[in-house]
């Protein structure tokens, strides 16, 4: 018999005169009015069952997730497909580190040293070797990492022909994580020819809050150079850009000042701008006294959406079948002395790497057990029983590997769960809406 399914979330609303139904699962999110929503607070509640609806009402809600048959069957089936995505083996991400060295020094990096170490021609040919040893790998995501990686953009280039030489990969995808300082128009000239369609920088916040955090070591005036450069790849329309906003607890206003500064600046749907907060579990060794708690990144997200209205993008994420490299068989981060990793916040700490390209036969079981299924959210009780595992995955599995091996006190549920009104009226606002039911009954 089915069921209400507890990935259902039915919430009132008193902002918008309504109810809200939203299904963590399908994404579905239907606004009701008070007689469509007492049919399923009385379902929801137990006062009738779904035998007690007609027909139609009954097969709507159950195409859609609203009931199921067993709320078990579909934790199962969100974890097969995990599972599936995770070792798959036509699929290969790589992120590369040419260079761990870096032109700016930000308080709070996770990378705590920055060493003068760039890749040999030994490890750029180690790679290739390990890519078409992987056979079966035709999809290939690669993305370009540091240090800065514009610092040495040669080997981005040199590594990029040969990867595009090999002939069992079908379809090649690369982006590059930077703090922009490098770009100039050259560089920005042969970004499409490297398949490079995404382009990810950091501001920290306006000029003068920016430069006090993410300071050039030259004295240079780092956000001038960003903006400058952001200006010509605004030029290259194919190029998505992504700014990302490091927020803490001294940066509050950033956020909202940078989304309307680039809007304003741009224009532009090929630009997007987000908050991402710094976490405790990075350098600063789990002791960040600026990070916020996951409470207060709920609260700030909700502040900032209502200061920005409908403009702002939504704050509640919807279920995808993306998975974190770090639990995924071919996802490896690979730095310049080929040390392999399975997390971007573990670059550069050797004693976290599980193995060399130079070597890739000697691997150290212990870190790939601990990261690819060590904590699995799907094995965990609290997740098992949480609506919002699919669309949070059970938080970050760094976060998750240091709780559990390694002593640290990391918050890994996602924000929604104290603010879930707003973020599913922010979902609304944004007109993330399927058409909503014109009536449900019951018998």
């Known amino acids: 018999m089915k069921k209400w399914s507890r990935y259902s979330l039915l919430i009132e609303s008193e902002k918008h005169s309504c109810y809200f139904l939203f299904n963590t699962i399908s994404n579905l999110l239907w606004k009701l009015d008070h007689e469509n929503a007492k049919i399923l607070m009385d379902l929801h509640d137990n006062k ?3 035998e007690d609806l007609d027909d139609d009402t009954k097969t709507l809600l159950s ?6 048959d067993s709320d078990d069957t579909e934790l199962a089936k969100l974890k097969l497909l995990k599972h599936y995505h995770r070792m798959d083996n036509s699929i290969m991400a790589l992120t590369i580190a040419p260079t761990l060295e870096c032109n700016l020094r930000c308080s709070y990096c996770f990378e705590q040293t920055h060493p003068n170490i760039r890749m040999s021609d030994e490890v750029e040919d180690a790679i290739v070797d390990f890519i078409k040893q992987h056979s079966s790998v035709w999809n290939l995501q690669v993305t370009w990492f540091g240090g800065e990686p514009l610092l040495y953009f040669e080997r981005i280039e040199s590594l990029t022909k040969k990867i ?7 379809n090649y995808k690369a982006d590059i994580v930077t703090n922009g300082v490098g770009f100039n128009a050259e560089i920005i000239s042969k970004l499409t020819e490297l398949h490079i369609d995404s382009v990810f920088v950091t501001l920290d916040g306006l000029e003068t809050t ?4 993410r300071g050039e070591i030259s004295g240079l005036n780092s956000y001038n150079s960003i903006m400058n450069n952001l200006e010509l790849l605004a030029k290259v329309p194919e190029i998505t850009k992504v700014i990302r906003v490091n927020i803490d607890a001294t940066n509050r206003d950033s956020f909202c000042d940078v989304f309307e500064n680039i809007r304003n600046k741009f224009n532009s749907d ?16 789990n002791h960040c ?15 900032s959406y209502n200061r920005l209205g409908a403009k702002a ?6 279920r995808n079948s993306y998975e974190c490299i770090a639990r995924c068989k071919n996802g490896i981060l690979i730095d310049p002395e080929g040390f392999l990793y399975k997390c971007w916040s573990d670059t550069g700490y050797k004693r976290m790497s599980f193995g060399n390209i130079l070597d890739a036969t000697n691997l150290n079981l212990d870190i790939l057990s601990q990261y690819m299924v060590g904590n699995d959210p799907f094995d965990d009780v609290k997740c098992q029983a949480c609506p919002f595992l699919p669309i949070c995955g059970g938080g970050c599995p760094h976060s998750r590997i240091m709780n559990k091996f390694y002593g640290a006190k990391n918050e890994v549920c996602h924000y929604a769960k104290t ?24 018998e």
């Open 313 to 318: 993008p939504s704050l509640l994420p919807v």
């Open 419 to 442: 603010h879930t009104r707003a973020f599913i009226e922010s979902f609304y606002e944004l007109k993330i809406l399927k058409e909503s039911p014109k009536s449900l009954k019951s």
């Open 164 to 170: 595009l030489s090999i002939p069992t990969i079908k």
């Open 210 to 213: 920016h430069n006090a955090r």
């Open 289 to 303: 006294v600026n990070a916020m708690t996951t409470h207060e990144q709920a609260e700030y997200l909700v502040e």
């Open 48 to 50: 009738i069952s779904c």
């Open 270 to 285: 090929r630009f997007f701008v987000y908050a991402g907060f710094v976490k405790g579990s990075y350098g600063c060794n």
């Open 63 to 68: 195409e859609n997730i609203i009931i199921t």
